[in-house]
């Protein structure tokens, strides 16, 4: 079988009591981890279970707030979390005890998870470009420093607006539909909606990113060859000691395809927006389609599949109202810098992303990270012995989410992949 499923090694694992004035050893006595990553997820978590034959639990004791660190081995290279990149105790559950043995599942959360409770944004935001923001709740409100400064992505808009004590996490998730790529037009021209909106914001194990759709499926030229994007294939054959057996899809099941009703029910393909601006007392009319505004997709089909008939009927109406005056006392005809149909461009790109769903299992890989693009290959199904590729199906993947499982001779990663569009070549 696959050498990276069963090559595992807990180098150290180490649970530290409040103020670090215990430390716990346990790395004999981890049965598996479950750690988790998610591109609509703002912090990442990890699930730990124990079995140790000494007291622990109520010997440090564990009530909450107790730091984790770790280093595992792996055939794809070492996983490790320490330092600032330590996880923290937030919930202990499943415990059992038989007088000889303990067993209980530590429940993690990175720092900034925990300091996301207590922390609030409390001032008004001037008007600047939204990733200085992003940058500036990183630094001061969650204060920490686990990011690049390249995972923050630059918006072409600026915006002002208050923080409304608000939980830091919910203002970053918050400003990402409001976000306009640098990288994109954006605007109006005459009754027309122009270009496109939506960041995601998350946390990968390299730290936190701010970044478009737009860029993530642009990672990678859909038309060409990159040798940065893993390949992964379907394959009933096992080949014994084959390092091939790494890149083999251990099992996958198509989750969504298709949504019709939903697509129209969200105004996916074509929307319209209302927009009164309360200083002039005049009404615009903003009409969006979908199809002339995308040219980042991660399928190579030229054009977008839209069912005859609604590619240019609205099936969602859009109502704003301006903000003009509220923000800037000096100009009282100044808004926050809001794009007039951002909601029209953001809903549009961010329920395409997720028109195909695929759940998939590979050998672990730990240099995997959510937001990250695959290529993953499958057969077409024909009566023949012959088996071909399925030259729809196959392609590249966004990494919408990730679960590393480490567990002795059962090393798997899980994946959920989306696309937005069909075709390999």
Same mark, same amino acid.
Request: glycine share 8%; hydrophobic share 35%.
């Given at each position: 079988?696959?050498?990276?499923?069963?090559?595992?090694? !807990?180098?150290?694992?180490?649970?530290?009591?409040?103020?670090?004035?215990?430390?716990?050893?346990?790395?004999?006595?981890?049965?598996?981890?479950?750690?988790?990553?998610?591109?609509?997820?703002?912090?990442?978590?990890?699930?730990?279970?124990?079995?140790?034959?000494?007291?622990?639990?109520?010997?440090?004791?564990?009530?909450?707030?107790?730091?984790?660190? !770790?280093?595992?081995?792996?055939?794809?290279?070492?996983?490790?979390?320490?330092?600032?990149?330590?996880?923290?105790?937030?919930?202990?559950?499943?415990?059992?005890?038989?007088?000889?043995?303990?067993?209980?599942?530590?429940?993690?959360?990175?720092?900034?998870?925990?300091?996301?409770?207590?922390?609030?944004?409390?001032?008004?935001?001037?008007?600047?470009?939204?990733?200085?923001?992003?940058?500036?709740?990183?630094?001061?409100?969650?204060?920490?420093?686990?990011?690049?400064?390249?995972?923050?992505?630059?918006?072409?808009?600026?915006?002002?607006?208050?923080?409304?004590?608000?939980?830091?996490?919910?203002?970053?998730?918050?400003?990402?539909?409001?976000?306009?790529?640098?990288?994109? +037009?954006?605007?109006?021209?005459?009754?027309?909606?122009?270009?496109?909106?939506?960041?995601?914001?998350?946390?990968?194990?390299?730290?936190?990113?701010?970044? +478009?759709?737009?860029?993530?499926?642009?990672?990678?030229?859909?038309?060409?060859?990159?040798?940065?994007?893993?390949?992964?294939?379907?394959?009933?054959?096992?080949?014994?000691?084959?390092?091939? %057996?790494?890149?083999?899809?251990?099992?996958?099941?198509?989750?969504?395809?298709? #949504? @019709?009703?939903?697509?129209?029910?969200?105004?996916?393909?074509?929307?319209?927006?209302? !927009?009164?601006?309360?200083?002039?007392?005049?009404?615009?009319?903003?009409?969006?389609?979908?199809?002339? $505004?995308?040219?980042?997709?991660?399928?190579?089909?030229?054009?977008?599949?839209?069912?005859?008939?609604?590619?240019? +009927?609205?099936?969602?109406?859009?109502?704003?109202?301006?903000?003009?005056?509220?923000?800037?006392?000096?100009?009282?005809?100044?808004?926050?810098?809001? #794009? %007039?149909?951002?909601?029209?461009?953001? !809903?549009?790109?961010?329920?395409?992303?997720?028109?195909?769903?695929?759940?998939?299992?590979?050998?672990?890989?730990?240099?995997?990270?959510?937001?990250?693009?695959?290529?993953?290959?499958?057969?077409?199904?024909?009566?023949?012995?012959?088996?071909?590729?399925?030259?729809?199906?196959?392609?590249?993947?966004?990494?919408?989410?990730?679960?590393?499982?480490? $567990?002795?001779?059962?090393?798997?990663?899980?994946?959920?992949?989306?696309?937005?569009?069909?075709? @390999?070549?």
């Amino acid at each position: 079988m696959s050498v990276a499923v069963g090559s595992l090694r !807990f180098n150290a694992v180490e649970l530290i009591a409040l103020n670090d004035t215990k430390r716990i050893d346990l790395t004999n006595s981890v049965v598996f981890i479950d750690y988790f990553e998610d591109i609509l997820s703002p912090c990442v978590t990890m699930n730990m279970q124990i079995a140790t034959g000494n007291s622990i639990f109520n010997t440090l004791p564990i009530r909450g707030g107790e730091k984790v660190v !770790f280093d595992i081995s792996t055939a794809t290279g070492n996983f490790t979390l320490d330092g600032d990149y330590g996880m923290y105790v937030y919930k202990v559950s499943g415990y059992a005890s038989d007088g000889q043995k303990e067993m209980f599942t530590l429940h993690l959360v990175s720092r900034e998870g925990l300091t996301n409770e207590t922390s609030r944004c409390q001032k008004k935001y001037e008007k600047l470009p939204i990733n200085e923001h992003v940058t500036s709740i990183l630094d001061e409100v969650l204060t920490t420093k686990k990011y690049e400064s390249s995972n923050i992505e630059r918006t072409s808009n600026s915006y002002s607006f208050i923080g409304n004590q608000k939980k830091p996490f919910h203002i970053l998730t918050w400003l990402g539909p409001k976000g306009i790529p640098s990288t994109g +037009s954006s605007g109006t021209s005459g009754e027309l909606a122009k270009g496109v909106a939506g960041f995601l914001f998350y946390e990968t194990k390299d730290g936190f990113n701010f970044k +478009s759709i737009d860029k993530l499926v642009s990672a990678t030229t859909s038309g060409a060859e990159d040798s940065s994007v893993i390949t992964y294939t379907y394959n009933n054959v096992i080949q014994e000691n084959s390092i091939q %057996n790494n890149f083999t899809i251990l099992d996958y099941a198509l989750e969504k395809n298709i #949504d @019709l009703m939903k697509s129209l029910r969200v105004g996916m393909y074509a929307n319209k927006t209302y !927009f009164y601006d309360l200083y002039t007392n005049k009404l615009d009319i903003y009409a969006y389609y979908l199809k002339n $505004e995308i040219r980042s997709k991660l399928g190579t089909q030229d054009d977008l599949v839209i069912p005859s008939g609604f590619e240019e +009927s609205f099936s969602r109406i859009l109502v704003r109202t301006s903000d003009k005056g509220t923000l800037d006392p000096n100009d009282i005809a100044g808004s926050s810098g809001r #794009d %007039n149909a951002d909601m029209a461009k953001s !809903f549009s790109r961010y329920n395409l992303l997720f028109t195909q769903s695929l759940n998939m299992v590979v050998p672990c890989n730990v240099n995997l990270r959510a937001g990250g693009v695959v290529k993953a290959q499958f057969p077409k199904v024909e009566s023949s012995q012959q088996t071909s590729l399925d030259e729809e199906q196959s392609g590249k993947y966004l990494i919408k989410e990730l679960r590393h499982h480490f $567990e002795g001779n059962n090393m798997v990663t899980s994946l959920k992949l989306v696309r937005d569009s069909y075709g @390999l070549y």
